[in-house]
């Protein structure tokens, strides 16, 4: 049984892909919110499940290396890695302030950069797996994503760069580009636009969120959870032997990659 390690965990997206990864391999979930990394985990743990769950910041180097010593300890060796871990909220760009930019650049992109470096380092050598959760917003130039979006951008060419490092070896890395999902980061999305946007004046939050669900989704549904989770579970597993450094986009047609 393989092990894999997944940021962010404790999220919409991150639990989903923690549960589904369960079914086949032991998980560690990581995540810096500790009292619903502990809730999650408790949820998913049914007869056979191999789970562990350790506290985790992926912006901090000590951070990294010590979930990677814990799924170590309690697991076995990590061979596959999803990055989940990542924070957005809408803010129009001339508003922007280079606070926001590098904070959230040290979550979406040198996490990011951070547990790819050390699941190669540890993996020096042998074969691997990662995928790396980017986002439409990598490729809409949208004016309240100025920082969110080249985040993820980044994150898409460090995938680039980490399929040529691990392919002589066999350690394979993609990332998927989810499109909308109803999570706790569309949710204070839209109850932002409620509270700054006239235009919305009178919605629900989940009204806002279909909204542009309508208006960005050429087949015209927002995204799962399991929609994105299947694909990290296929990317992740032998059955996408041959595929590396690509990014794919599960979000009804939003981006044609
Ligand atoms: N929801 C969407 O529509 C959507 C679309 C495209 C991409 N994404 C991406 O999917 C991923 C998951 O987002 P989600 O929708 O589940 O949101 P979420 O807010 O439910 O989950 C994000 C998780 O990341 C964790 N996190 C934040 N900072 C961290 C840090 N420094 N170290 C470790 N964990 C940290 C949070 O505690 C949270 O549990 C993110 O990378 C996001 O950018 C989401």
Redesign the pocket.
């Known amino acids: 049984m393989s092990v894999a390690l997944v940021?962010?965990?404790?999220?919409?997206?991150?639990?989903?892909i923690a549960a589904r990864l369960a079914e086949d391999h032991a998980v560690l979930l990581?995540?810096?919110?500790a009292e619903?990394?502990a809730d999650v985990t408790a949820q998913l743990a049914t007869d056979g499940a191999r789970l562990a769950h350790t506290?985790?910041?992926?912006?901090?180097h000590a951070?990294v290396r010590a979930a990677f010593e814990t799924a170590e300890a309690q697991l076995g060796e990590v061979s596959l890695l999803a990055?989940?871990?990542?924070?957005?909220k809408f803010v129009p760009f001339g508003e922007l302030t280079a606070r926001q930019w590098d904070q959230t650049f040290?979550?979406?992109t040198r996490?990011t950069f951070l547990t790819c470096q050390e699941l190669c380092r540890r993996r020096a050598g042998r074969p691997g797996a990662i995928v790396n959760?980017?986002?439409?917003?990598a490729r809409l130039g949208m004016d309240v994503l100025a920082d969110?979006g080249p985040s993820?951008a980044a994150v898409i060419e460090l995938t680039h760069v980490v399929s040529r490092v691990g392919a002589p070896t066999g350690l394979r890395a993609n990332a998927v580009?989810?499109?909308?999902?109803?999570?706790?980061?569309?949710q204070?999305t839209s109850e932002w636009l409620l509270e700054n946007d006239p235009a919305h004046a009178g919605s629900s939050a989940e009204q806002i969120f279909m909204g542009f669900v309508e208006s960005l989704v050429p087949m015209g549904r927002?995204?799962t959870?399991e929609d994105?989770a299947d694909m990290v579970a296929f990317l992740l597993s032998d059955r996408a032997g041959n595929v590396t450094g690509q990014t794919i986009s599960v979000?009804g047609g939003v981006v044609l990659t």
């Open positions: 940021t962010g965990a404790a999220g919409g997206l991150g639990s989903a990581t995540d810096v919110d619903r990394l506290v985790c910041d992926v912006s901090e951070s990055n989940v871990a990542g924070v957005g040290a979550v979406n996490g959760i980017a986002s439409i917003g969110y993820k580009m989810p499109g909308l999902i109803w999570t706790d980061m569309w204070k927002p995204q959870t994105i979000d």
